[in-house]
């Protein structure tokens, strides 16, 4: 058990809707990274946040955006979504933006139908 | 962009044979991390190797960051089933500051056959 929690575990949607996918990083970790994880592509950087803050920004497109609260969880929506969003939705988390020794949830599979 | 190339993409092997997993790109990293994934999880890490040339063992796992700080290797001795998983690599930029996010490679996925 990384420490790193996500839910939900599953998700099934039918293309134009909105999904909100949920991150608890481990206990005293300041970072959150999200991570998307599809056959072709391999595990893709979607943008990280530091203490409430954004401070990477990947191959995130616009259709999508996170946030991450006071308490430092951290939310990714997806929205008008399409067939090719299905994918693994990862997050991880580290103790600060810096040690990148990151700590995986197990994942949230996203199947857009 | 930084990117990682994984060598081979596939490998399948047998219980106790010898394998190594390679890692290359034409960037410099300030770190280079390995991860193993199984089937339904997230990436696990195993190892992070910082200084050029450092070389890292983990039971039956050995990395290797190479000189320049672009290149890495995992070999694996005496490989067993339960080493079976998707190996990736993970690179660090060589930027200072309080981001540095992970490029990763597009994995190897080992499977060994008892």
């Known amino acids: 058990d990384s420490g790193v929690t996500q839910t939900p575990k599953h998700l099934i949607t039918a293309t134009g809707q909105r999904v909100t996918l949920r991150c608890s990083p481990r206990?005293?970790?300041?970072?959150v990274y999200w991570y998307q994880q599809s056959l072709d592509q391999g595990l893709q950087f979607l943008i990280q946040y530091y203490n409430g803050e954004e401070r990477a920004k990947g191959n995130i497109l616009e259709r999508f955006s996170a946030q991450q609260f006071p308490d430092l969880h951290s939310e990714l929506n997806l929205s008008s979504l399409e067939l090719g969003d299905s994918a693994l939705y990862f997050c991880?988390?580290?103790?600060?933006?810096?040690?990148?020794?990151?700590?995986f949830g197990q994942g949230t599979r996203l199947t857009v139908v | 962009t930084q990117l990682l190339e994984q060598s081979p993409q596939f490998l399948s092997i047998q219980e106790g044979e010898n394998l190594t997993v390679y890692c290359n790109s034409s960037?410099?990293?300030?770190?280079l991390q390995w991860y193993r994934q199984e089937p339904g999880e997230g990436p696990v890490l195993l190892v992070t190797?910082?200084?050029?040339?450092e070389v890292k063992k983990l039971k039956r796992l050995t990395f290797q960051f190479g000189d320049a700080r672009k290149d890495s290797s995992l070999h694996i001795t005496a490989a067993q089933p339960g080493d079976t998983g998707l190996y990736l690599c993970a690179g660090a930029g060589s930027s200072r500051g309080s981001a540095r996010q992970l490029t990763f490679g597009s994995g190897t996925q080992l499977t060994v056959l008892p």
């Open positions: 991880a988390s580290s103790a600060d933006g810096v040690n990148t020794e990151a700590f």
């Open positions: 206990s005293g970790d300041l970072s």
């Open positions: 960037s410099v990293f300030s770190s």
């Open positions: 190797v910082v200084t050029g040339g």
